[in-house]
């Protein structure tokens, strides 16, 4: 009786009509050279992309205007540009510190000063805004032996310094 049911279940299961689940292609990969299209066919909307790369260690190949890269796919609009901020010139010491750190700038900032600590997972643990000053000095919070991050903002400009914290025992 089991060996009928399973053959009647297989016949039943084969003999279904799939004609409502029609396919749609959403994405294309068809060569390396970098771009995209969207064409509609119909009720359907069909992306066209070509691989995106990066200069690897292969590098990039050129001929008749074509370049070709090894690479991965990028989505599309994925480009943009980075606002270019100017580097902030600041030294740091004394490094490892003790709790006491002294900033010196190179040039006394304008406007006020952000200071911002960081662990290396990237969470803030201590926040200050100063008035512009040639030299700061800043008393830092009990905080673990360990590496930390110091960011210093003034006016649109941005440094980022590797501290060292080493309590005193």
Not at 8 to 15: A, D, E, H, S
Not at 35 to 58: C, D, E, F, K
Not at 123 to 152: D, G, K, Q
């Amino acid at each position: 009786m089991m060996p009928r049911i399973i053959v009647l279940v297989l016949l039943v299961l084969t003999g279904l009509d799939t004609s409502c689940q029609t396919p749609v292609m959403l994405r294309q990969t068809t060569a390396a050279g970098g771009g995209w299209r969207r064409t509609t066919l119909g009720p359907m909307t069909v992306h066209v992309q070509q691989s995106v790369g990066q200069a690897g260690v292969i590098g990039t190949r050129r001929t008749s205007g074509l370049a070709l890269r090894q690479g991965f796919l990028q989505p599309p609009g994925a480009g943009g540009r980075v606002p270019r901020t100017e580097a902030l010139v600041v030294s740091v010491f004394p490094n490892p510190t003790h709790g006491e750190l002294h900033l010196r700038f190179a040039e006394v900032p304008d406007g006020p000063v952000t200071l911002e600590l960081f662990d290396l997972s990237g969470r803030s643990l201590w926040r200050s805004l100063s008035s512009p000053t040639p030299e700061l000095v800043l008393e830092l919070p009990h905080l673990a032996a360990a590496p930390y991050l110091l960011r210093v903002r003034a006016k649109g400009s941005v440094a980022s310094l590797h501290l060292q914290y080493l309590p005193l025992p």
